[in-house]
C-alpha cells in the first residue's frame, strides 16, 4: 500500500519516510489505520485503508474529511480496543500531551502485532524545543501571526495549541520506552523543519543568534543540543505473534 504524503513543511523528511513504508508496507491488503491526535487533516494518504481518527475536539473531526469513523477522546485515556489497528500515526500530538508515555502505551497497546507506529513531533532536545518548553503560550500565538504570517493563529479550535513537551518525549526517552514495550525501531530521522530553515533565512539577524545558541548549547549539554534538529520521526513496529 503506497503512503504519499501531503504535508509540505517536511518534504525531504517525508521522501524518505515514504521509501521506509514502502518497504515495510509491502503486502497491499486493505488496512485499519488510526490517526491519533487527527486534528483536522489526516497527514498521510493512506490509499484502501479504513481510517478512524480520534483527538479531543469535536469541531476538528468534523472538519477532516478523510476519516471514515471519528472518536473524539483523550488518547492519554480513552479505552482504545486491544490489538485493532494495523498503522497508528501520531502526527506533531505528544507535544501537547501532559502524559506523553501514558499515551504511548496506550497506542502501543491498539496496535495488531506485527503492526506499525509512526510517531512525528518536535525535539525538546534542540532550541526551538527548549524555547517552546520555556515559554508562554501566548508567546507561541504572538509568534505566529508575527513571524510567520498567521493571523487567525490561537483564534477557532486552530493552533499553536498548548505545547508541554514534557522530557518524555525526547528522542532518546521515546526509543528507550519503546524497547521497554518490546518494539522494533524500524526507522529514526532527526531534521530542521522547513519552517525554522525559512525562518533563518527569511531573519539573517535572528538566524546568528540561533548559531550563537547552538555553540553554547553544544557546549553545555556535551552535544546532545542540536539547533538543526528541531524534529524527528520515528516509526516503530510492534513485534508479531510468532515473536
Known amino acids: 500500500m503506497s503512503l504519499p504524503v501531503r504535508t509540505p513543511h517536511v518534504d525531504p ?10 518497504r515495510l508496507l509491502a503486502n497491499p491488503s486493505p488496512r485499519k489505520v488510526l ?15 479504513f481510517v478512524v481518527g480520534i483527538d479531543v475536539s469535536q469541531k476538528q473531526l468534523t472538519r477532516n474529511l478523510k476519516l471514515r469513523e471519528s472518536i473524539c477522546g483523550d488518547i492519554q485515556t480513552y479505552d482504545l480496543p486491544a ?10 500530538v505528544l507535544e501537547h500531551l501532559a502524559q506523553p508515555r501514558r499515551a ?7 496496535a495488531k502485532p506485527g503492526g506499525i507506529l509512526i510517531l512525528a513531533l518536535p525535539n525538546v532536545l534542540s532550541i526551538k524545543g527548549i524555547l517552546a518548553k520555556l515559554t508562554p503560550h501566548r508567546f507561541h500565538v504572538w509568534a505566529y501571526r508575527r513571524f510567520w504570517g498567521v493571523t487567525r493563529a490561537g483564534t477557532e479550535a486552530l493552533g499553536p495549541f498548548r505545547t508541554y513537551l514534557r522530557l518524555a518525549t525526547s528522542p532518546p526517552s521515546v526509543k ?3 524497547l521497554k514495550q518490546g518494539l522494533k525501531v524500524e526507522y529514526f530521522s ?4 522547513l519552517m525554522q530553515r525559512r525562518f533563518r533565512i527569511n531573519h539573517p539577524l535572528l538566524s546568528g543568534l540561533f548559531t550563537f545558541l547552538e555553540l553554547g548549547g553544544k557546549l553545555i549539554t556535551l552535544g546532545r543540543v542540536n ?6 520521526i520515528l516509526v516503530l513496529r510492534k513485534p508479531g505473534r510468532d515473536g
Do not use: M
Open 13 to 22: 523528511e517525508i521522501r524518505k519516510l515514504q521509501d521506509v513504508l514502502d
Open 35 to 49: 490517526e491519533a491526535g487527527c486534528g483536522s487533516l489526516t497527514h498521510l494518504q493512506l490509499d484502501d485503508a
Open 83 to 92: 490489538e485493532e489497528f494495523d498503522i497508528i500515526i501520531c502526527w506533531d
Open 104 to 110: 504511548i502505551q496506550n497506542l502501543v497497546k491498539a
Open 176 to 178: 528507550r520506552l519503546a
Open 190 to 193: 532527526a531534521y530542521e523543519s
Open 227 to 232: 539547533v538543526n534538529q528541531t524534529d524527528y
